[in-house]
């Protein structure tokens, strides 16, 4: 990773377009705050995933970054070109960060002990780098119908694989933990380096569906790109979210809506509440000029990356440090300041939930650092 700092930094902060900084930011501070609670056996039902079928307000956030990383490779290319620059160069540029991305998130699994006979191959890192990969390629290789019937063929294939490929000792269309195909795959390819022993919700498969996700992000960039007044914009960012929810949601009765199996329906009925979000950032930020709310997200989005991969290796430390307890047991620093700072006066389940929100708010103080610093941290 490297920094910018001083003038050129100022330029790249003044050259955003800030909703979008803003959408990353909500994003990025969403998946701090539900990975991060005083105590797993206490939080509220909101801030964890769906148990298979189904979703939650926390089923949204990972696909919500997909999305942005999708509108940030078109604005970014193709500003990149419009400057002279020239695709040799953007090869180089998308390789050498797919290649950052992916090990940063093997060094996040593999902390601190990096037992590479049992570390998890797949990762929410992982997958943002195989997705930025192929939908750059894509962008470079397409025009903007391509990458629209690009992203609806990985959906209806995803689809078919799922729903008619058989499965030794299971059949096709099943979709249960352990006998749908995605799963199978993961365990034939991948045994003993998943998120569980019986599947991935980053595995191979599933990684198909989610670049169609981040395709729908490009595919909006084109839009915010066009030359209609920025109201229009708005209003057809809305619109086709709208198109993309209720398409998701009738998909739902034959392909359900499944975060572990990022399923085409779940990547329709996301993109669609995404594209309503940044429709609403989009509107109330860069229309309406109501912008002194945004500051907090806009400090994490300009950094999401920097401050996702400190507040899991510091998670991770917090847990290796070992204090002992009142009652002689050895506990660990987060389970500590759970305790003594949170538990020792509210309910479980709040004083998980504040644990996680002062988790939060210390990391919004050090990107804060710097932000003021002029300072982006970037790969």
């Known amino acids: 990773m490297k920094e910018e700092a001083g003038p050129a930094a100022a330029g790249h902060l003044g050259n955003r377009m800030l909703s979008l900084d803003v959408f990353r ?10 990975n991060n609670p005083g105590t797993w056996s ?19 956030i990972f696909p ?13 290319f193709a500003r990149r070109m419009e400057a002279g620059g020239s695709k040799r160069d953007l090869y180089w540029k998308i390789i050498r960060r797919t290649l950052i991305i992916f090990a940063l998130g093997l060094f996040i699994n593999g902390f601190p002990y990096f037992d590479f006979a049992k570390i998890r191959v797949p990762g929410v890192l992982q997958r943002i780098a195989v997705c930025y990969f192929f939908a750059s390629l894509i962008f470079l290789w397409t025009g903007w119908r391509g990458q629209a019937i690009i992203a609806a063929a990985l959906l209806v294939l995803y689809w078919a694989l799922m729903m008619l490929v058989p499965v030794p000792g299971y059949g096709a269309g099943d979709l249960g933990q352990q006998g749908n195909l995605a799963a199978y795959i993961d365990r034939a390819l991948l045994a003993g380096h998943t ?54 949601w009738i998909w739902n009765w034959w392909f359900p809506i499944n975060k572990p199996l990022w399923t085409s329906s779940y990547v329709l009925f996301t993109g669609g509440l995404a594209l309503q979000f940044l429709a609403f950032c989009y509107w109330l930020i860069d229309i309406k000029g109501y912008r002194a709310w945004s500051r907090p997200f ?33 506990g660990n ?8 700072l949170f538990a020792s006066w509210a309910q479980p389940i709040n004083a998980s939930l504040i ?15 710097l932000y003021r610093k002029r300072i982006i941290i970037k790969v």
């Open 42 to 60: 206490a939080v509220y039902p909101p801030l964890k995933h769906a148990e298979w079928h189904g979703w939650t307000p926390t089923d949204l």
């Open 298 to 330: 806009v400090i994490f989005g300009v950094n999401a990356l920097a401050v996702f991969v400190f507040s899991a290796i510091s998670g991770r430390l917090m847990l290796l440090w070992k204090i002992p307890r009142a009652d002689g047991s050895m």
């Open 64 to 76: 919500f970054f997909l999305f942005i990383v999708g509108v940030a490779i078109t604005l970014a």
């Open 333 to 340: 620093l987060k389970t500590f300041i759970y305790e003594n």
């Open 195 to 248: 998120y569980t022993p019986v599947y991935d919700p980053e595995g191979i498969l599933s990684t198909i569906p989610a670049i169609a996700t981040t395709l729908l992000g490009v595919l909006t960039g084109h839009w915010l790109r066009t030359d209609r007044a920025s109201f229009e914009k708005a209003v057809g960012l809305f619109a086709f979210g709208m198109i993309g929810v209720v398409w998701g």
């Open 25 to 34: 930011g909500i994003t990025i501070a969403g998946m701090i705050l539900v």
């Open 355 to 369: 644990f996680a929100i002062f988790y939060l708010l210390f990391w919004l103080g050090v990107m804060a650092i």
